[in-house]
């Protein structure tokens, strides 16, 4: 079991990137060195956007067992769902590829 969030980040985006484009986003407000203010993505945007080959856009967050996701995530997941999106929440590998339905590979190959 993944213990640190950046692990279980690295960890789904090695295996996600072999399924499709894959890409990690930042959420909220930073400050360049100088101390200038950035906005970026949403309060709540998913860690993770995956792109599969069919096209359609999944977005993860990735939450290590025993956190929850903060009120803003858990609305941008349901709105991403309420599009027609994949979104969901992830605490393993596992569950980031069964929310993306990437297929289990073949036993047989």
Excluded: W
């Excluded at 995956?50 to 997941?77: H, L, M, N, S």
């Amino acid at each position: 079991m993944i213990t640190n969030e950046s692990r279980l980040i690295y960890e789904i985006m090695h295996e996600l990137g072999k399924h499709g484009a894959v890409y990690r986003t930042n959420a909220g407000q930073f400050y360049t060195k100088e101390g200038q203010r950035v906005g970026s993505l949403p309060k709540g945007f998913a860690d993770i956007l995956f792109i599969g080959t069919d096209g359609i856009a999944c977005f993860i967050e990735c939450k290590v067992r025993g956190y929850k996701p903060t009120p803003e995530q858990a609305v941008f997941i349901e709105r991403m769902l309420s599009l027609g999106a994949r979104a969901g929440i992830a605490h393993s590998v596992d569950e980031a590829v069964r929310i993306c339905c990437i297929p289990a590979d073949d036993p047989n190959k």
